[in-house]
């Protein structure tokens, strides 16, 4: 049930209209990883990013942000032992700096930019507001995530709704 609802949830709020960069993905692979078994939090980013890439567009880089966020969601494991705030912070800035090394690293192997040393740099430099815009929604997204979810499963923990609500399939 979690995992269907955040590949949902993250579907609409990739399709929808919003601010360049400024959606939930990364905080949905941190949020899987703390609370989903690890090959369920693999699936969810993988498969968010799959279903909405078939909506809003194919390119040539899609292998590296979908490898972006895997590596956020592998990286994010150790959320499953410790999910406080300022875990939840630095998990959320770190993965943001992997996704943005990982994803501009592919657009500029893909020729987006000249393949010199240069290049490089140009692509990583350009790409900096969308790191800004990307790094403020995992924020945003992850402390929502977190906290709603931490508020609901204190409320239902001792009621029949705990099997439901509180365990990943």
Known sequence: MLAISLVVVGFMLRIIPHVPNFTPVAAIALFGAAYLKKKHACVVALLL??????????????????????????????????????????FSLLGSFVFFIVSNFGVWVMGWYPHTLQGLIS?????????????????????????????IASRVRNTRFARVLLTDF
Request: hydrophobic share 60%.
């Open 49 to 90: 990013m799959v279903a909405s890439d078939l909506i809003i567009g194919m390119h040539n880089v899609v292998f590296f942000t979908w490898g972006g966020f895997l590596l956020v969601a592998l990286m994010g494991m150790p959320l499953k032992k410790n999910r406080g705030p300022v875990e939840v912070f630095g």
């Open 123 to 151: 692509c990583y430099a350009m790409a900096l507001p969308f790191l800004r815009d990307f790094t403020v929604a995992t924020l945003v997204y992850a402390t929502l995530f977190f906290g709603v979810y931490e508020i």
